[in-house]
């Protein structure tokens, strides 16, 4: 326990120093690869498989720089069978890539803006792309910066497959906020106080959910980090208020 508690301190500082000096991930990876065989390996990333005595920063990876969000997209994802499926998912995060290339190489990427990652340049309100085409469409923290965000979700219902899955998250904002509303703000200062973030159109709430019934799928499912078991929570470092719904057509 004594090398334990002399080793934390030594890599929080190795941390502080990468971070200073702006040294690439490559290096990070070496050093830490090193340096974990001496500690228990008490904190594990589902993302890219790390493991060790703490998170960077508490809650990122130190390899794939993956966040709760994230680890919980990867925990929610385990339970379906993504091989030969065909599979978009809208604005990923470079962890939500590097997530499903470990479980289905043949996904595309929707975005709004042309990035290295992108094969699909497009709006999703307003979308013409092929109907009945997929069968998993996922979006981790994204519908929160639309502002017809039933119309998104409606012109992904007419993407998927029949039974197929729409699988989503958003923050939920301010912490342990029940019923999405939309703040008056004036200016970005205000939206980043009241909203979380200035690109943000709403409050999310825990019934945010709820605005997709009218569409016909055929059912909803709810997920909540709060009813995970307590030792996945804390292996994970999982956030008790991220909600997340699976609405199959």
């Not at 085409?133 to 910066?145: C, F, G, K, N, T």
């Not at 979700?153 to 342990?176: C, H, R, T, Y």
Request: charged share 25%; hydrophobic share 40%; proline share 4%.
């Amino acid at each position: 326990m004594k090398l334990i508690s002399l080793l934390i301190p030594i890599q929080s500082s190795l941390y502080k120093f990468i971070r200073l000096y702006r040294l690439n991930r490559l290096f990070l990876y070496r050093i830490l690869h090193l340096i974990r065989f001496f500690y228990p390996k008490i904190k594990i990333c589902n993302v890219c498989n790390w493991s060790g005595a703490r998170f960077f920063q508490e809650t990122r990876c130190p390899v794939c720089f993956s966040m709760p969000r994230h680890r919980f997209m990867s925990y929610i994802l385990k339970n379906e069978n993504l091989e030969n499926k065909k599979i978009l998912i809208i604005g990923p995060d470079m962890p939500e890539i590097l997530m499903l290339r470990k479980k289905n190489k043949d996904f595309k990427v929707l975005n709004i803006i042309d990035t290295l990652f992108t094969d699909i340049v497009c709006d999703i309100t307003k979308s013409n792309l092929k109907p009945n085409s997929y069968d998993y469409i996922l979006m981790w923290h994204v519908l929160e910066h639309i502002t017809d965000d039933v119309l998104a979700v409606q012109n992904i219902f007419n993407l998927l497959k029949k039974k197929g899955k729409f699988i989503f998250s958003v923050p939920i904002f301010p912490w342990g906020n029940k019923i999405s509303y939309v703040p008056e703000c004036k200016n970005k200062e205000e939206k980043n106080k009241k909203m979380g973030h200035h690109d943000h159109v709403l409050c999310c709430g825990q019934d945010y959910g709820d605005r997709f019934y009218k569409i016909d799928f055929a059912s909803h499912e709810k997920n909540n980090v709060k009813n995970f078991s307590k030792s996945e929570i804390k292996k994970f470092h999982l956030d008790i208020n991220h909600y997340s719904w699976i609405l199959t057509k």
